[in-house]
């Protein structure tokens, strides 16, 4: 693969799907200089959407962090999360009962706006399961890992309904040295127990690509080889972008750095069409 | 989920995508009655796509072996393959080099019509591989096995490029009692050895399903609520339905018979929306 | 397999491993009539050891809980647990520094007797590592998952250092319905969150088999194919005894019942030599 | 770990494992200097045992090709191979019927010397295998992979019986680059396709150490501490030896070289209590 520059990369696509934690912004706030980034993209008059995987907070809501940490602009319909496709899920094929759920109350809202009454597990009572039509594991936060895990373990003993992961990351990282695990990763440990097999939604699975990929299509006509796929993990946003059939651009910004660049790309196999430091220049 | 009759179901729907083995066909050849059901189909005005995971023959290819075993008037765009998928990424991703494949002549031959070169394993010299630009698992047949597996493990650990796997299924059936490793089965294997991570289509992965849906939408206007997903596998066509938020019927005519179907849907946790014993009424 | 009476296939041998768990005790309690089963093999002179996987409890509390639900004359030597095998290995491995752990203080200090001194994950400063030379797995209860598996991973991700997982049960059962995730299942989540390879005790791994074989051949002189390994479960007792070349008999009084016993035995292709209902007769 | 020189740590043991291949000899053959290192351990009195994942010959025929590139004075009791556990296995637990086996007809006969017959699967007639009573992996050679892993495949869903693999490796060097599969790469194929549980002989696995200190007590009294346990590679010999708690050094003479060591260790969690560069000095 070729080492690029940003600036003279994106200007031959007609749009641009870029990752955003790692790439627009990390532990420490907005990466500095992406706000002329994201100016730099609009001057060109390409459209961007922002491909997350974070499922805790609705368009609206992730347009109000980056605002908080200093990025203006971006507008709601910009953002595509994991939970987007989760949402679209349940409202498709949940069309009764009550819908369970491990993580917190606001994340729940956004994504059980179908009408569907939605409870945590914690108040979930195992004897009484009949109305319960799905489960949800959202977010990593808002329950009790000691009960609530081991009470979704003996809920699913209990009853066969779908199952579904709005985010499929294992953790996530919350400082320059540490992480936390995702609900992605306690959804594995569940079924891992269970022995039964999840849906999950987020990147690489391309259904994620696609739901960008029909949305951006409602505002005009993009094909595949018009479309540039930024990202800083090779295992989610590259993986995803070459199944899909973007070019794929990874920068150094955030999990993958200069200094292991190489070896990860060897390792894993997986293989960008660009590299370039960052989006800044 | 309910026990219906596909004849009764498929009225309330806009369009439907019917899986190939264990519904239209066997390992006896077309499953009697089956003619009818694709007539009565088409008596409802029903668009239909047969999706298929079997990626060794192009529509035109797959058309004749229909016709050859008494299903008459499927037309060639109605037909979805796992390796048009794959052809569809080299088209857009691989564009310079030579493509060197696991598989026959001819399968090799509709996929690589990108106008780039391509090369069996076994002719690959592999002290001269400079001008190979990707690698494509096609077809269980057309090699040795012996030689020709260990040559492409070798092939890898010299070079890092793009792998497709066109078809991502385990095994195929050959009779009554019998399967065959597919190509998804030995490209496992050679994935399990070097270590890296290819790049699989086909059911149950979304892409084959959004790629039926875009296609069928170049014909009239198609929402996903308005698409009954038809298979006899749990873990290709009714997890990939589902994910997919179709609607999804299970018939009982291969894979998943009446006396494991309890089973089989519990011990796994795949769901479908309803259950029939075949497409014959 | 044969179907037999535990009472005439035993006799047939010098001596017998039993697992705990579904074949002498079960959630209730002592299983009615396991007092006369074995007062039946001490009879016949034949020497026993308890095989167990549960590692939160020494050999002499281990025959404490055993006298507090009912079943008198079991000697602490007649049992071994898989805590043991940690505990050996860390005598024989780690000789220098602390010994960092999740699990109960009890836990810890059974198997912790090498001198070195023990610290629960949560009293660790992250920041003051350096004399911290191994991390152990012990037990689900005596910290905050939430806290402390977080905790764990970011630990591992500092210090690359020798982690013993002292029960690789994924689960154990806690009413007629319902289980808890073990300590093993919480360890695949850290292990699969860092991507590391961590030591695992306890069945099907052979070594316990190997330590109860030792232990019983200090008193006097045992081949393996005198000795009788009866279990419930496949995947632990049964696939570990066979792989250890002893014979092999399956009791339907815990996780294997005998409405699918078949359908286990079948799908996992783990075979016991022997089955019986329990060991009552 | 420490850095040593197998010459100044050997010395404080009382007995030493060795691993084969990247330690003893290589695709060259015997490696440099070996024979010296050999006669320096005999001439400290302690014992040596060469653990090997080879179970293609027997310890009559891996004495002479250790002659046949040079290495004078291995007697026959000093190797164990992970097809004498294989064979032990055979012995205590499969009393009558024939032997199905994939491989050459000299690893059989070494291997099948219970006087059962054995059959290579080439030759099973599918309509005809009641008097089958195990099927054995044991060689990547002597049979055609296109006709005979389908075959195999086929012959377990025919019939559920107990099935030894007598080499859990994936692969091995046939020159400096290239590799060959080996044939515990090939029963993972089968075992993936039909989705069940073999029973795996070889390093990393405890039982092939336990064998071995079980030899090497019948020539005096050894205790773990008292043994070293010399390898090549991260994830058999030391992982196992570790395991087994013996102490375990780590030499860049084959598969873990110099430059990636560091690492590999740190990728792995994999710890060798010491590194060395070879056992040449």
Redesign the interface.
């Known amino acids: 693969m070729e080492k690029v520059s940003f600036y003279s990369l994106v200007k031959n696509y007609k749009a641009v799907f870029i990752d955003s934690y790692g790439v627009l912004k990390n532990h420490e706030g907005l990466i500095d200089g992406v706000q002329d980034s994201i100016e730099y993209i609009r001057s060109l008059g390409i459209p961007l959407r922002v491909l997350t995987n974070d499922a805790s907070r609705s368009q609206e809501q992730q347009v109000k962090v980056f605002e908080s940490i200093g990025l203006e602009g971006l507008k709601k319909e910009e953002i595509i999360t994991s939970g987007m496709l989760a949402r ?2 349940l409202e ?2 949940i069309t009764s009962g009550k819908i369970a759920y491990l993580g917190t109350e606001r994340s729940a809202e956004y994504i059980l706006q179908s009408g569907l009454e939605h409870i945590p597990i914690s108040d979930i009572d ?1 004897e009484d399961i009949d109305d319960i039509s799905a489960l949800l594991f959202l977010d990593d936060e808002g329950f ?3 009960c609530d ?2 009470k979704t ?2 809920f ?3 009853k ?4 579904v992961v709005a985010n499929s990351d ?2 996530y990282p919350v400082s320059n ?5 995702a609900i992605g ?2 959804s ?2 569940v079924e ?8 999950r939604f987020g990147k690489p ?3 994620m690509f ?1 739901y960008a990929y029909d949305e951006l299509n409602k505002t005009g006509n993009f094909e ?2 018009d479309i540039l796929m930024v990202g800083d993990t090779l ?1 989610t946003d590259i ?1 995803g972008g ?6 794929t651009l990874l920068v150094l910004s955030g999990n993958t750095r200069a200094d292991n660049v190489d ?1 990860k ?7 960008p ?1 660009y590299i370039a430091d960052s989006i800044l220049n």
């Open positions: 679209q899920f498709l094929k195992l009790d890992w000691n895990i081991n373990v003996n699913l003993r209990r066969n309904l779908p199952v294992k953790y040295n540490d992480v936390a695990i990763g306690i594995r440990l891992y127990t269970v022995d039964q097999k999840f849906i699975d391309t259904q696609m595949k080889k295992r993986l070459n199944k899909f059939s973007l070019k070896l790309i060897n390792s894993t196999g997986i293989i069409d």
